[in-house]
């Protein structure tokens, strides 16, 4: 409730039963208001039928608050008044427990219980005497009686006032109104136990200041506040403008350093001014119980004083007296002297079996047990010697080598071991322990069984959304500009509509990928999702090694290409290369996707010619519909042709250059008096007649438009011949035959060449055959 309600102004809660002021009306709706929504927010409900809203007073915890200040609640009250005479001490007990919660409103309660508190002495005869009927009466008198204390109010001034007499202790704190009255908080007193009644009358004023203080630490720590006093001695030690004197006693300057801890100003008020609290101090009785309602708050500085105390006495060396006095102390010790002087008589107890079993080498020097020539160390020295040992933080060998020197005790080897694995500092210094035996990831047996996942960069601005698939090593790479949990998303899911869902996923710890919207999409598809262990990127191997890869092979690539460029590339030769990691040693391609990929190196293989099935169903089908009819044309063919400019088409005339293809020709024809080549469809064609041009008007017309001496030859095959830049033409050979002799005489005349130019590079991107 505390948590659910804290940062709200004047609400406090107790268990379940929340109480909400406010400054004003206006403030105290807005506080309301919060508290509402705090409760509403953690799914709380409230009974309406036991609030209560805009009160001008309210009962809270026994107590009736009001605008005017705090007072017990009649109706408490009533039930203590209603209580019987105490029959035995625990009756008694309970009545003071009841009537000790409302001592704050009671000035003089010391006074008035000291009767009652001589019945709960453990070596005291319960007897109910006159004064203890007086006391409970009065009791009674005092609680039915208008007691009120003021509310706390930060922003008023305080003042604590306390004071001492040789029994007892008073004190109180009050806020200074601007009128200058002076209205009190709470009260307080304690009686002096027997040492602190023998202390001087001056330790005694400084004792009443430190229990004022304790027992208003809630009020004034951290704020301002004046602290009175009429022992006028105290200003000049706890006075904020002095140092502690070096004279004062070491009680006075312990003290002194707990006064420290608060911001207060020391006043001096003469007694006859001082009567609230030297009534307080004065009335207490002669006894010795404390107050039962007496709640100290504990000031850091005293514990932090003990704690340091307590560490440096822990921190001096172990000295020989120190031994022989525990010696004397230890029984054990004892008992092993004794068995050394007198025999091993008595009992061999579990604590003297190890001194038993060593009782040769046993001797008894000064008092103290020797072992050789190491001194037997006592049970309760141990600790303080095993941190002499560990001074410098060696090692457990080297704890063990510097013992066997000088000390010596049954386990002291195993002490020495635990002592040094449970030094922290050693703990965290400590080097790396031997790798665990290494669990790898089940074998995948098919694509897509799991995928690894990770991001790599940044890198000239982008990231990389890396996805690697276990069986194949298939690589799949975004480049993202940033990497919020939606953009992953959308890659991951543009993966898995491609290839289908994953059986598993890995990745790391990444924001991305332990986002609730990641969660929920991994389990919608019915994804599991494996994180690994933070900074343990091993574990993640195969993501991690690959984002390696692609960042050097990326800075290798830098220089050639655009990033976007550079990436393709690497993904296309890294996926087509045989992978020593996949099965059969195939490339991730083949596992994956169950083909090879074409490259630039299959160019390298000789090209052989494949005759392809043609689907004849289907163009039998097509020929029966469309009553299709087979239709050839030869070059220099008179044709029109269909063409397109635009939204209307319209027949122009042509000529047929050459064949390409089994359907297509390469065609000129004449567009409003501008000739052009184009490349048309036997169906868009059909004969022109007219003069024919001849086969040797158009093989002119050829060598004039490509600037050819001689046309490109074809084999039987329909295959163009390449000629070579020059070719030299063998002599002309003559042939003549007599009878049934026949020779051949050379033509001894002079040989002829012809110069044959190369086909134009135009030609090569239409299919010649």
């Known amino acids: ?67 005017t200040g705090i007072k017990p609640d009649p109706t408490k009250i009533s039930q203590i008044l209603a209580l019987p005479v105490p029959k035995n001490v625990s009756e008694v007990r309970a009545f003071l427990g009841s009537v000790n919660y409302y001592g704050k409103f009671i000035a003089e309660m010391s006074k008035v219980r000291t009767p009652l508190d001589k019945l709960l002495h453990k070596n005291e005869k319960f007897n109910w005497n ?48 601007p009128d200058g009255s002076e209205k009190v ?33 809630r009020f004034i720590f951290g704020r301002k506040f004046t602290l009175c006093t009429d022992h006028k001695p105290l200003i000049a030690i706890f006075g904020k403008n002095k140092g502690i004197p070096t004279y004062a006693a070491n009680r006075l300057q312990r003290w002194a350093l707990i006064l420290m801890m608060y911001d207060f100003n020391i006043q001096y ?20 119980k404390q107050d039962e309602d007496m709640v100290i708050a504990c000031t ?70 020797m072992f050789h020539e190491r001194i037997v160390i006592p049970k309760k020295l141990q600790p303080r010697i095993l941190r002499q040992l560990h001074r410098g933080h060696p090692g457990r060998e080297r704890m063990k080598l510097l013992a066997r020197s000088y000390v010596y005790w049954p386990g002291v080897d195993e002490d020495i071991v635990s ?22 990831w089940p074998l995948a047996t098919k694509p897509m069984e799991r995928l690894h996942i990770d991001i790599a960069g940044p890198c000239n601005g982008f990231y990389y959304f890396v996805i690697v698939d276990a069986f194949s090593k298939w690589p799949e790479i975004f480049q993202i500009e940033n990497i919020t949990t939606q953009t992953i998303i ?119 010619t494949e005759i392809k099935q043609r689907n004849l169903k289907q163009e039998k089908q097509f020929n ?37 293809g089994s359907v297509n020709y390469n065609v000129r024809i004449e567009v409003k008096g501008n000739s052009k080549l184009i490349r048309s469809h036997a169906n868009k064609m059909v004969k022109r007649y007219g003069n024919h041009t001849g086969n040797r008007d158009v093989t002119k017309y050829l060598c004039d438009v490509f600037d050819l001496t001689e046309l490109p030859r074809f084999n039987e095959e329909n295959q163009p011949v390449l000629q070579p830049e020059t070719v030299e033409v063998a002599p002309l050979v003559e042939t003549t035959s007599s009878g049934s002799n026949a020779h051949a005489e050379t033509n001894r005349g002079t040989s002829t060449s012809r110069r044959i130019r190369r086909p134009p590079a135009y030609l090569n991107e239409y299919d010649t055959s």
């Open 1 to 67: 409730m505390d948590t659910i309600l804290a940062g709200i102004d004047y609400t406090v809660a107790y268990i379940d039963d929340i109480i909400i002021g406010g400054a004003t009306f206006e403030k105290h709706v807005g506080n309301l208001h919060k508290v509402a929504q705090q409760l509403q927010k953690y799914k709380f409900r409230v009974q309406f039928d036991k609030c209560k809203f805009f009160a001008a007073q309210v009962k809270y915890l026994g107590n009736i608050l009001s605008k």
């Open 130 to 177: 006159a004064d203890c009927q007086k006391a409970f009466q009065q009791f009674k008198r005092i609680l039915n009686s208008d007691l009120m204390l003021t509310h706390y109010n930060p922003n008023l001034p305080l003042k604590v006032a306390a004071d001492a007499s040789n029994r007892g202790i008073g004190a109180f704190i009050c806020h200074v109104f």
């Open 185 to 217: 908080i709470q009260h307080a007193s304690k009686v002096l136990t027997d040492a602190e009644q023998k202390y001087s009358q001056i330790e005694k004023e400084a004792l009443a200041l430190v229990f004022a203080l304790k027992k208003f630490h």
């Open 269 to 288: 008020i003469k007694t006859t001014e001082f009567g609230c609290v030297d009534m307080l101090s004065r009335l207490i009785a002669n006894h010795t």
């Open 300 to 369: 850091q500085m005293e514990e932090e004083m003990n704690t340091i105390i307590e560490d440096q006495c822990e921190k001096l060396p172990v000295s020989f007296e120190m031994i022989r006095k525990a010696t004397k102390q230890c029984s054990t010790a004892q008992a092993v002297i004794n068995a050394l002087s007198n025999g091993w008589k008595q009992e061999i107890t579990p604590e003297l079996q190890p001194f038993y079993a060593r009782k040769d080498p046993l001797s008894v020097i000064q008092e103290c047990l």
């Open 419 to 440: 002592y040094s694995r449970n030094c922290q500092l050693c703990a965290s210094t400590a080097k790396m322990p031997v790798k665990h035996t290494l669990r790898s």
């Open 490 to 608: 959308s890659k991951l899911n543009e993966t898995l509509s491609r290839y289908g869902d994953c059986d598993t996923l890995v990745s790391d710890n990444g924001t991305q990928f332990t986002s609730g919207a990641f969660e929920q999409f991994v389990t919608s598809r019915g994804i599991q999702h494996i994180r690994t262990s933070p900074y343990h990127p091993q574990s993640n191997g195969q993501a991690e090694r690959f984002v390696d890869t692609l960042k050097r092979a990326l800075k290798k690539l830098k220089m050639e290409g655009t990033d976007s460029e550079n990436l393709q590339t690497f993904l296309q030769t890294y996926r087509s290369t045989p992978n020593p990691n996949v099965v059969e040693r195939k490339s991730p391609v083949e596992a994956f996707l169950n083909w090879k990929i074409k490259t630039t190196l299959d160019l390298t293989k000789p090209q052989t």
């Open 624 to 660: 029966v519909k469309h009553g299709a009819k087979s239709r050839e044309f030869s070059n220099g063919n008179l044709v029109n042709v269909k063409w397109h400019q635009g939204n209307d088409t319209f027949w122009v005339p042509g000529v047929i250059i050459e064949r390409i």
